[in-house]
Nanobody
């Protein structure tokens, strides 16, 4: 499985960005987005089951971010709205080993993309 994240960039606080993660190889599985800010550990952001029916969000982004997927296009999205400076990080997409897992544990995600930088200015 190969994952290619894109869509990062510079945005002002209060603005929006949409990240994409193109998936190649492997069968449908749950997908997650994680992020790592400078000097901090990588943290969970959001996850979605293989069918898109179940989603899960970190408390810090709930109500502002939305994860979705288009299985026909083998792509997962992360729509980020009302962005804050603390959202600045490198964002990684990941593929889970179980189709229904939408938890926050990194050990349950088997494959990782290369990351895309998101910077939110004040």
């Amino acid at each position: 499985v190969q994952l290619q994240a894109s869509g990062g960039g510079l945005v002002q606080a209060g603005g929006s960005l949409r990240l994409s993660c193109a998936i190649s190889g492997g069968s449908l599985s749950s997908m997650g987005w994680f992020r790592q800010a400078p000097g901090k550990e990588r943290e969970f952001v959001a996850a979605i089951s293989w069918s898109g029916t179940n989603t899960n969000y970190a408390t810090s982004v709930k109500g502002r971010f939305a994860i979705s997927r288009d299985n026909a296009k083998n792509t997962v999205y992360l729509q980020m709205n009302k962005m804050k400076t603390e959202d600045t990080a490198v964002y990684y997409c990941s593929a889970g080993g179980h189709p229904y897992y939408t938890g926050s544990s990194e050990s349950n995600y088997d494959y990782w993309g290369q990351g895309t930088q998101v910077t939110v200015s004040s």
